[in-house]
């Protein structure tokens, strides 16, 4: 298999606190020197949370704004990929660091159950979402947690609310939505490539202890791979990972072991069609 692997590194999500693991990057200080590490290490994509001092969850733009400036410098051509995701806001606030045109924005086209709660993504805020991503040249990645949410991205992107074909990310092992399971993960590929084309790019995530289960079984099956602190915090039971950089090695790894070479950045913007680093 000699397609290039892509590995997006998730570096801080809106959960993972120091108390948790203390490689956890919070401050954008922190953030920046994380996925320069694991820029170096393999990753080309950085999907990107911001937190406030306390490590809540924020979606302040200014806090984005520093953070993609200084993954730019220290990152030329690393895809930057920021989060709309609910738990950092509500409403259109989740939206407000789209006009810093990163290169993809994190899109969820439906709601679906989380550990505690509704994670609510009602249409009419997927729809402005979608809107604002189209008018500043962002490619969404659309995040499903759910096979009707692959669907959904398809009637958007037929009803031309998505400029191009979709990058689609299988979520897999959040507790009370799409448990690990590969007889759906192996629909969930025939989906995309009967939806979108046989040659459509698609991710996978896995969730805590999951995460090694799905960047196995995404780069064996020939698509692309989502590591990092924020889904995991831990290389085994008893380890916490180190870094961002060590969970991005063991994807690496596993692409070794699959005979799969990983994605340049230059390849990787090649392949999800994004804009050429000025």
């Avoid at 892509?6 to 570096?11: D, E, G, K, L, R």
């Avoid at 606190?17 to 990057?25: L, R």
């Avoid at 704004?65 to 409403?91: D, F, Y």
């Avoid at 979608?130 to 040249?137: F, I, L, N, P």
Wanted: proline fraction near 7%; hydrophobic fraction near 40%; charge should be negative.
């Amino acid at each position: 298999m000699t397609t290039p692997c892509i590995i997006c590194v998730a570096i801080t999500g809106s959960l993972p606190t120091k108390a948790d693991n203390p490689a956890v990057p919070t401050a954008v200080s922190e953030q920046i020197e994380s996925t320069h590490e694991a820029f170096e290490a393999g990753a080309t994509i950085m999907h990107a949370h911001v937190r406030n001092d306390d490590e809540t969850p924020s979606s302040d733009p200014d806090k984005f704004a520093l953070l993609k400036e200084g993954v730019e410098k220290h990152c030329p051509g690393m895809i930057i990929q920021l989060s709309t995701g609910g738990r950092s806001g509500a409403g259109k606030t989740r939206g407000g660091m789209l006009p810093l045109r990163p290169d993809m924005a994190s899109l969820s086209v439906g709601s679906n159950n989380f550990p505690t709660r509704v994670y609510e993504n009602p249409p009419d805020l997927v729809a402005w979402l979608a809107s604002e991503m189209k008018t500043y040249d962002i490619k969404p990645e659309i995040e499903a947690f759910d096979l009707s949410h692959i669907f959904r991205a398809a009637a958007m992107y037929e009803a031309g609310e998505i400029a191009e074909t979709p990058y689609v990310q299988f979520v897999m092992g959040v507790k009370n939505a799409m448990p690990v399971d590969r007889e759906v993960f192996d629909f969930y590929i025939h989906t995309v490539k009967r939806l979108f084309g046989e040659d459509a790019p698609w991710c996978a995530a896995g969730i805590g202890p999951n995460q090694i289960v799905l960047n196995e079984w995404a780069i064996s099956s020939g698509g692309h791979a989502r590591t990092g602190l924020e889904d995991n915090i831990r290389l085994d039971r008893n380890t916490l990972a180190p870094s961002n950089a060590a969970l991005v090695k063991r994807a690496v790894e596993l692409c070794e072991k699959y005979e799969r070479p990983v994605a340049t950045w230059q390849q990787a913007r090649e392949m999800l069609g994004l804009r050429e680093v000025a």
